[in-house]
């Protein structure tokens, strides 16, 4: 059974930091990708930055380069999002998602079979 679990959302300050953690497992396939995606109140779910295994590769959308890193633990296990410079207008709730079909690293969301709960950030001016 294929298990995420997002976690690391909270309160910050507008220009602080976060590092969000998406701890999978349960995967049977030899390569996927791990999504992340917000969405805010009343929003779409948009896409942020996925990492793919199976070349490794990681994309980001436009509106979070220089500010959103993604990146994993050696063992592959977690991926990380570390996001700098928040705004108010970074306020969602954060999920990560899995695609183990082909992995590949996109911001489709129907392409995602499997989402975790979902954590919320919240900035302040």
């Known amino acids: 059974e294929v298990q995420l679990q997002a976690s690391g959302g909270g309160f910050v300050q507008t220009g602080g930091s976060l590092r969000l953690s998406c701890a999978h497992s349960g995967f049977t396939s030899q390569y996927w990708a791990i999504g992340w995606f917000r969405q805010a109140s009343g929003e779409e779910r948009e896409g942020l930055a996925c990492?793919?295994?199976?070349?490794?590769?990681?994309r980001y959308a436009d509106f979070v380069k220089g500010r959103f890193t993604i990146s994993k633990d050696k063992a592959e296990n977690t991926i990380y999002l570390q996001m700098d410079a928040l705004t108010p207008q970074d306020t969602a709730v954060y999920y990560c998602?899995?695609?183990?079909?082909?992995?590949?690293?996109?911001?489709?969301?129907?392409?995602?079979?499997?989402w975790g709960q979902g954590t919320l950030v919240t900035v302040s001016s």
């Open positions: 998602a899995a695609e183990t079909t082909i992995g590949i690293c996109n911001f489709i969301r129907g392409t995602y079979e499997e």
């Open positions: 990492f793919s295994n199976l070349d490794d590769t990681t």
